[in-house]
């Protein structure tokens, strides 16, 4: 489950990462969203693929793969997405030529929501939307992911940890 690779950064032998740093947080859970949030474009792209590629003149065929390319392009987008839970932060990164991200401190969640479409159910994979009082990421969703009731707990579980280090407590 856990899935960390090495970014670079890292301490030399005998010195200790500040608390805090980039250099102490260790990757809790990373994964990223299931190929079934696009399943409308595959569908779509089959049918209007199959059509000249079985109906048309030879010359005509080739345009059965512009579908298909969009399709792919669709699916290289989804595979760049990358969801990742560190002792403390929740990071959302994404982009096929500009990578981006968004961050939450795990201090900062309110409340997370499980949801689960027919669709992700019958393939195995959840919604947990993370609500925060972040004012520049004040909601990010991990969408498609397998076994989000469990990854649901282990944030809350997390923040609760977080709370308790930063001796910070939620007001309502």
Same mark, same amino acid.
């Given at each position: 489950? %856990?899935? @960390?690779? !090495?970014?670079?950064?890292? /301490?030399?032998?005998?010195? $200790?990462?500040?608390?805090?740093?980039?250099? !102490?947080?260790?990757?809790?859970?990373?994964?990223?969203?299931?190929? =079934? +949030?696009?399943?409308?474009?595959?569908?779509?792209?089959?049918?209007?693929?199959?059509?000249?590629? &079985?109906?048309?003149?030879?010359?005509?065929?080739?345009?059965?793969?512009?579908?298909?390319?969009?399709?792919?392009?669709?699916?290289? @987008?989804?595979? @760049?997405?990358?969801?990742? #839970?560190?002792?403390?932060? *929740?990071?959302?990164?994404?982009?096929?030529?500009?990578?981006?991200?968004?961050?939450?401190?795990?201090?900062? +969640?309110? !409340?997370?929501?499980?949801?689960?479409?027919? *669709?992700?159910? #019958?393939?195995?994979?959840? %919604? &947990?939307?993370?609500?925060?009082?972040?004012?520049?990421? !004040?909601? *990010?969703?991990?969408?498609? /992911? $397998?076994?989000?009731?469990? +990854?649901?707990?282990?944030?809350?579980?997390?923040?609760?940890?977080?709370?308790?280090? $930063?001796?910070?407590? *939620? =007001?309502?």
């Amino acid at each position: 489950m %856990n899935d @960390s690779s !090495d970014d670079g950064t890292h /301490i030399p032998a005998g010195r $200790k990462a500040a608390p805090g740093t980039v250099e !102490d947080e260790q990757i809790i859970w990373s994964a990223g969203p299931g190929q =079934v +949030v696009n399943l409308h474009v595959y569908l779509i792209a089959a049918i209007v693929a199959g059509i000249p590629g &079985v109906y048309a003149p030879w010359p005509w065929a080739g345009v059965a793969l512009v579908p298909v390319a969009i399709a792919g392009f669709y699916a290289w @987008s989804v595979q @760049s997405i990358r969801y990742a #839970l560190t002792n403390e932060r *929740l990071r959302k990164t994404w982009g096929i030529l500009t990578r981006r991200g968004e961050e939450v401190e795990l201090y900062r +969640v309110e !409340d997370t929501n499980p949801t689960a479409p027919l *669709l992700y159910r #019958l393939c195995g994979r959840g %919604n &947990v939307e993370v609500l925060s009082t972040d004012r520049s990421a !004040d909601s *990010l969703t991990l969408r498609a /992911i $397998k076994d989000y009731e469990t +990854v649901r707990n282990t944030i809350r579980d997390r923040v609760e940890a977080m709370r308790r280090a $930063k001796g910070v407590r *939620l =007001v309502e």
